[in-house]
Structure formats: structure tokens, C-alpha cells
């Protein structure tokens, strides 16, 4: 938001209260007037507000066609196997584009490529600096090239936080002290195949206005095969990502009075533990918070003013926590306060988290009223608020997602 939005908004705020106050202060005034210049207000505000959405919506759709130029550019050299970090992959090109780092948190597994078939002692040269350099990048240096990642840093109000290490459990993990040593032992477990190289699929042309158009053929990629090698990791990694989490979540879980299982059941959903996750929503770190919408209803009612939280700030595992229980306790304790059955309102809270509080109202009532739809929600049992969501929420992916999580959550209710 400018510093020009924020003083009207301030100002509006102001001339609200000054009206308020003369009001109680003066018997006088016409009520029918009064009346009249409320419905002006709030007219003026519900303009503001509409221009600070379409101003927002309008910096998201060009980061997101500047992020699909990026990918497109990378598709020049990798072709079908162009990857880019999600939420469950972080992904790290070197700037030639002719070595690929990937650490994939969900198949638990680090995968090194590099375009063209090196020869064997080169490849282990270039397996062992980028295990390292994985080991040793920091939390602002993630997916610093990711446009939906720079231009988003370059625009938030958040303030700096001390960078920490993405992987540091690794070194643990293989048993070393230091990033070179911990890299040599797990470069001995590296498995190497060669891949053939073909044009990426061809993108469908956009529908929405947020998503650039695309060419429908894809080029063909300047290499035919990469070398890739494959580091299978413990089986315990994940457990260990968890346990790293869990003095974080259990403090802000506390303090919000949000159950602690359901805090990492969202968690491993949302990234599978990767604290540097990132999608073109656009949203980041371990609970996947939106800066633009989660992140200023947090800041503005649990730090007392809001802000626009940086990638750098979402990347920092404590604050992503705290974050993202914090919008959890809103969803519960406010916006969704009028569901009375503790189990029925988790299983909103949920669905809320991935689309909002308003699609949750609609697969009750076809509208977005919440209050409204409490009113049918409790008259229902909790299975049947359950079994509505999972089959009348207006999209898929949050009908899987409730399922996913409730099924997580049992998993973590005794870590």
C-alpha cells in the first residue's frame, strides 16, 4: 500500500471518529443526516477498499507473468525436466542454467543435474559443491531468482530477521559437524542415471486475466541428456524436520490455543516441512502463508499493525510459525466464532485455511454469509459438517485438502 493510500485511509479513519463524536456530543444533529453521511463513509471506504484489491490483484498477476517468463527461460535448456521450487521442492539453478540442485522434501530425496554427460570425476566434483552449498545456503538466500520470490522482497514492509541455514539437520543427519564433510557423506550414497532431455510440455493459453499468455509449442531445449544423481536420504528426515519445529509450534499453539497437532498437520500438508516453499498464490514458508491476506489480518490484530510480510521474514521457521497459527486462531476465535461444536468448527477452521472463510459459508448456503451458514452448521453433527465440505466446497483441491489433514493430524498427536 502507498504511503498516499495509507494517509486517506488514516484520514477516513479520523473524519469517522471526529463524525462519531459530534454525534454523541450534539443532540442536534439530524438523524436522518447522520444516517446519510454514514452511508457516504462507508461508501468511500468500500471504494477504497475495492482499489487496494484490484491495486494488489494487478502486482500479483505481473509477478506471476514475470515468474512464468523465468520458467519459460529455463525450459530453454531443460526442457521436460525443468523443475522450480513449489511447495514441497526447493529448487536452485546455477547461473549458466547447466546445473540443477534440487532437494525434494516430500520424496526425501536431494537430486544433482548437471546438462551433458561429464565425466565421472567431474560429476563428483560438481555432486560434493552443491551438496555443500545446499548445506550452507541461508534462509535469504532461497530462491532469491524467483521473481514471484525478488519482486515480492522488494515490496514488503517486514522488518530484517538473522538468516538461518535451510538444511542444517542434514549434516546431523549424516552423521559430520561441518557442511564439507557432512556433503562427502552423502555424495558416497549418490545413485547416476542419464536422462534424455525433451521440449516441455506445451502450456495451455490462460483463461483467467491473473495467468500471461504462452505460446502453445514449446522450444526445443539446447541439451538431449542431463547427469543426475540421486541421493536417497534417511528415512528419519522427515521426523527430524518436525522435531526441529516443535518448541515453535508448541509455544505459539499455546499461546493461540490452537491444538498442537493440528498446527503440524497443516504444516506437513501445506510443504512437507520445507521451510523455504514457495507457490504463485503467492505464498511462502512451512504454514504457507498469503502476505496479502493471512499475513495482514495476523500482523494487524496479533503485532498491532499491519504489514506486508517479505519472503525473508515467511522463509524464518519460527515466524512462518507464528504466523500461521496466528491466522488459525483467527479463523477460530473470530471469524468462524459462531460454529459452537468444537470439532465442527475445526473442521471449518481447515477448509478456511486453504480458501477462505467465505468459500466454507458457500457449501453451506451457496453464499459467502458466514453467520449465516453457522446457523445450518449447527444443526448439523459433526460428520455431516465433515462429509459437506468434502463434497460441496467449490474447489477440489480444498475438498482433498480437509481429508489430508485430518488424516495428518493423527499422525502428529503424539509428536
Given amino acids: 500500500m502507498s504511503k498516499t493510500n495509507r494517509n486517506n485511509l488514516l484520514g477516513l479513519c479520523l473524519l469517522s471518529l471526529a463524525a462519531t463524536t459530534c454525534f454523541a456530543q450534539d443532540n442536534a444533529f439530524d438523524d436522518s443526516a447522520f444516517s446519510d453521511f454514514a452511508g457516504s463513509l462507508s461508501a468511500e471506504f ?74 565421472p570425476e567431474e560429476m563428483q566434483r560438481i555432486v560434493n559443491q552443491q551438496l555443500q552449498a545446499a548445506l550452507e545456503t541461508r534462509s535469504d538466500q532461497a530462491n532469491q531468482e524467483y521473481p514471484i520470490v525478488a519482486r515480492m522482497q522488494e515490496a514488503a514492509s517486514a522488518p530484517k530477521l538473522p538468516p538461518v541455514p535451510v538444511v542444517a539437520e542434514l549434516k546431523e543427519l549424516s552423521g559430520q559437524k561441518t557442511a564439507p564433510k557432512a556433503a562427502v557423506a552423502l555424495a558416497k550414497k549418490a545413485k547416476i542415471d542419464v536422462v534424455e532431455i525433451k521440449p516441455a510440455p506445451a502450456k495451455k ?41 516443535s518448541d515453535a509450534v508448541t509455544r505459539f499453539a499455546a499461546e493461540m490455543d490452537i491444538p498442537r497437532s ?91 485455511y486453504n480458501t477462505g472463510a467465505g468459500n466454507v459459508a458457500k457449501a453451506f448456503t451457496g453464499k459467502l454469509n ?15 459438517v465433515y462429509n459437506t465440505l468434502r463434497t460441496k466446497l467449490p474447489y477440489e483441491e480444498t475438498r482433498k485438502y480437509i481429508k489430508k489433514v485430518t488424516a495428518a493430524e493423527k499422525q502428529f498427536m503424539s509428536l
Fill in 46 to 119: 468500500a471504494e477504497f477498499e475495492a482499489a487496494q484489491t484490484q491495486e494488489w490483484d494487478s502486482f500479483v498477476s505481473e509477478i506471476r507473468a514475470e515468474h512464468d517468463a523465468f520458467i519459460a527461460d529455463l525450459e530453454r535448456y531443460w526442457g521436460n525436466e525443468t523443475e522450480s521450487s513449489d511447495r514441497s521442492k526447493w529448487v536452485e539453478y546455477a547461473k549458466n542454467r547447466r546445473i540443477k540442485r534440487t532437494v525434494d522434501f516430500e520424496k526425501n530425496q536431494i537430486r544433482i543435474s548437471v546438462l551433458g554427460t561429464p565425466a
Fill in 262 to 352: 493440528l498446527a503440524f498437520a497443516i504444516m506437513y500438508t501445506e510443504s512437507s516441512f520445507n521451510p523455504v516453499a514457495v507457490s504463485p498464490i503467492p505464498a511462502y514458508g512451512l504454514m504457507q502463508v498469503v502476505p496479502g491476506s493471512a499475513g495482514r489480518d495476523v500482523t494487524k490484530l496479533h503485532f498491532g499493525k499491519e504489514r506486508l510480510l517479505s519472503p525473508d521474514y515467511l522463509f524464518t521457521a519460527d515466524k512462518n510459525i507464528e504466523v500461521g497459527i496466528g491466522y488459525l486462531n483467527i479463523l477460530d476465535k473470530r471469524y468462524l466464532r459462531k460454529i459452537t461444536d468444537p470439532l465442527s468448527r475445526k473442521y471449518c477452521t481447515i477448509a478456511a
Fill in 205 to 245: 493459453k490462460a483463461t483467467a486475466p491473473s495467468k500471461p499468455k504462452r505460446n502453445s509449442t514449446a522450444a526445443a531445449p539446447k541439451e538431449t541428456k542431463a547427469t543426475v544423481a540421486v541421493i536417497d536420504l534417511s528415512e528419519s528426515w522427515p521426523v527430524r524436520r518436525a522435531r526441529k519445529y
Fill in 370 to 384: 458466514i453467520s449465516r451458514a453457522s446457523k445450518i452448521i449447527n444443526e448439523m453433527s459433526p460428520d455431516e
